[in-house]
């Protein structure tokens, strides 16, 4: 293990060594790119692609491997080739992939995909090309932990390999796609796009053998035991045909697995130790980590839990030396189930805090990435604006000679000619004049509409992230800690009989029951209030019904809930959008207006729905928010432009304060 570690710390930093045979290839092409320099561009591009990918792929140059990519744009900008500049920043996005910058990487491959289709080729071959770029865009979103914008590129490059009838790229993105789910444990959706690229078994019998594995690992997760013994019986018969370190350890995983559910418990001992040595062998920190995971499953199970302890935490170091966040997560959560195992109730709670901690960093990181994203993608698309005023310029370079030469020629024949010439000039000047105003005006709207976009992405990210964060947190505080809490409560109460105390400490005992009682009571009011479970299981009016009775029950205010019109439902993030801003509205009137009674009506209509709340208190000057720092109505009104909706608000001094929202659906 140590040794693994100490060998992947080296990579990028180790000198470059290169093989007799690396040698002469890249002595050839090198060759072979002088003799096409200024002969056939097509030719000459696709050999220092060639060469790139010898640097980037094999020797991990990446200095090398940009200045090859530098080289293709120049030509690309020379000839305004598109298929060249898509070669280009392919393969100056696989360079940034490789680096580990996925930010960079991912706007890359979209101007890639944006060129490459523009470019002039075959059908066939444009929509494999846009296929694997989408592919490519859909592992880098998913190293970067944005699953959902994995998925959108995964299915797009499906659409394309099936329309490419590309057997063997269907089978792996399917794949792909099914570890997708998995990360998010959603096992019934990971069978479905799993067993739809069985369908696709191709002549790479390497491909159909990993998939068929990783069937029988979907299958153990959904508890198909007869389903997964059937795929483990077809992968052993590509198993023992040849051997590979990375299909043996998904085979042997697999097995181990269906073992260990089975609980023939030495079995799948043996066949995870198996795996686990491939896995060092191949040489891939995931599956490490993976594997030194299942260990430590079976030997909790087997409540061996020292050397259980030994392997979750090589998974958890692993893990975090190679930034496997999900997997991190997992092993917090695994060293807390160990230590409730054992009673060690203190031990558990730390781990299960160094888990909500480390969430939270990584929801973090999240938004991080997502900015990085954005800006390197606003900076691409900068380059390629650079790109069409080249074009534009050149286009306009080319004119001005061709005028020059007209000029020329007319300067010969006489003086009706020149008079012509005059006149061409002058209204010439004119059209360049309304051509530099046009493109001025075009690129200033370009440049307005550029920031308004990046500014409603990172509008969109936050809110996303917020909402992610608040039902992340409600559900380890419900689940987690409350749990947690519960067990002390039980374990106290299960001492209190068992203990003869004098009757003061009696009482005092009682009482911290009691307080711990209230605690309890409280973290799943708190729960509740930041994630509704209603919200997501019945919608935005059920949800707003159960806050107002929750409120009356509190006696601040009498608040009434009227619903105008037949309900409808909208997408669950703008209903959550709309939850915040009653709840931030209703707070802010109990907060700071003295009322007694507060409505809150909503009004669904053909196209649109209203949101009213309303109140009897004190009031205030309208004016005086328009220029307020307050965070909380900062909150409603960017929410509600978010939504593109319309705020007016209505309250003078006594006389109560009424709030109108208005958004088309």
């Known amino acids: 293990m140590a040794y693994l570690l100490k060998e992947k710390k080296q990579v990028g930093t180790k000198a470059i060594s290169i093989t007799k045979e690396q040698q002469t290839k890249i002595d050839s092409l090198s060759k072979r790119i002088e003799e096409l320099r200024g002969v056939d561009d097509s030719l000459f591009v696709n050999t220092i692609d060639a060469l790139g990918l010898v640097y980037d792929e094999e020797l991990e140059d990446f200095e090398n491997g940009k200045r090859m990519s530098d080289s293709v744009l120049v030509v690309a900008k020379r000839t305004n080739n598109s298929y060249f500049f898509s070669i280009a920043y392919w393969g100056m996005a696989s360079m940034w992939y490789r680096k580990g910058n996925y930010p960079n990487a991912a706007a890359n491959f979209e101007l890639a995909l944006t060129f490459n289709q523009k470019s002039k080729m075959e059908k066939k071959y ?76 191709t002549k790479n019998s390497y491909n159909y053998a990993v998939l068929i594995s990783r069937m029988a690992s979907v299958c153990i997760g959904l508890g198909n035991l007869r389903e997964a013994s059937r795929y483990l019986l077809e992968a052993e018969i590509y198993t023992l045909s040849y051997k590979s370190n990375l299909k ?29 040595k491939a896995a ?45 966040q999900p997997q991190v997560l997992q092993s917090f959560s695994d060293l807390s189930d160990l230590a409730t195992a054992r009673g060690q109730m203190s031990e558990a709670l730390m781990y299960k805090s160094r888990q909500i901690s480390y969430s939270d960093r990584l929801v973090k990181k999240q938004n991080h990435n997502r900015i990085l994203y954005y800006n390197a993608k606003f900076e691409a698309d900068k380059k390629q604006n650079e790109i069409i005023q080249l074009q534009k310029d050149n286009e306009i370079k080319n004119l001005t000679i061709m005028q020059n030469m007209l000029w020329l020629y007319f300067s010969f024949t006489g003086t009706i000619a020149l008079v012509i010439v005059g006149l061409l000039i002058y209204f010439n000047m004119m059209h360049k004049q309304n051509l530099t105003k046009q493109k001025n005006d075009l690129q200033l709207q370009q440049i307005r509409e550029l920031e308004k976009d990046k500014q409603l992405i990172l509008a969109d990210a936050i809110l996303k992230g917020q909402e992610q964060e608040r039902g992340r947190l409600a559900k380890d505080l419900h689940d987690g800690l409350g749990g947690l809490l519960s067990g002390v409560k039980i374990s106290l109460s299960n001492m209190k009989g068992s203990l003869a105390l004098p009757i003061d400490q009696a009482l005092s005992f009682d009482r911290s029951l009691d307080m711990l009682d209230s605690s309890i009571q409280e973290l799943r009011r708190v729960s509740h209030n930041m994630m509704p479970e209603s919200l997501a299981k019945f919608g935005l009016v059920a949800a707003l019904r159960d806050f107002c009775e929750s409120i009356n029950t509190m006696k601040a205010a009498a608040l009434h809930f009227q619903l105008v019109g037949v309900r409808r439902v909208l997408d669950i993030s703008h209903e959550t959008i709309v939850y915040r801003i009653v709840q931030e509205l209703v707070n802010n009137a109990l907060k700071h207006s003295g009322a007694k009674n507060i409505i809150v009506q909503m009004m669904y209509e053909s196209n649109s729905l209203s949101v009213t709340v309303e109140d009897d208190g004190k009031g205030f000057d309208v004016e005086e928010i328009k220029n307020t720092i307050n965070s909380g109505w900062a909150n409603v009104q960017s929410r509600i432009s978010y939504l593109k909706g319309k705020l007016d608000v209505t309250s003078r001094q006594g006389e109560g304060t009424s709030v109108h929202i208005f958004l088309a659906i």
């Open 126 to 201: 444009q929509l494999q090309r846009e296929a694997t770029l989408f592919a490519n865009l859909g592992a880098t979103f998913q190293l970067m932990n944005d699953l959902d914008n994995a998925t959108v590129y995964y299915l797009k490059g499906i659409e394309g390999l099936l329309q490419a009838k590309d057997s063997s790229g269907l089978a792996m993105s399917y794949y792909n796609l099914g570890y997708v789910y998995s990360d998010l444990a959603d096992w019934m959706t990971c069978y479905k796009y799993t067993k739809e690229g069985l369908v696709f078994k």
């Open 280 to 324: 060092i062998e191949y040489g891939d920190p995931y599956w490490v980590a993976v594997q030194a995971r299942e260990l430590g499953l079976l030997y909790m199970a087997t409540k061996d839990y020292k050397l259980a302890e030994h392997f979750f935490h090589i998974a958890k170091d692993v893990a975090t030396e190679f930034a496997y």
């Open 248 to 276: 043996d350890l998904n085979f042997n995983n697999a097995k181990g697995q269906y073992h260990r559910f089975k609980r023939h418990y030495k079995k799948s001992e043996q066949l995870f130790i198996v795996a686990y």
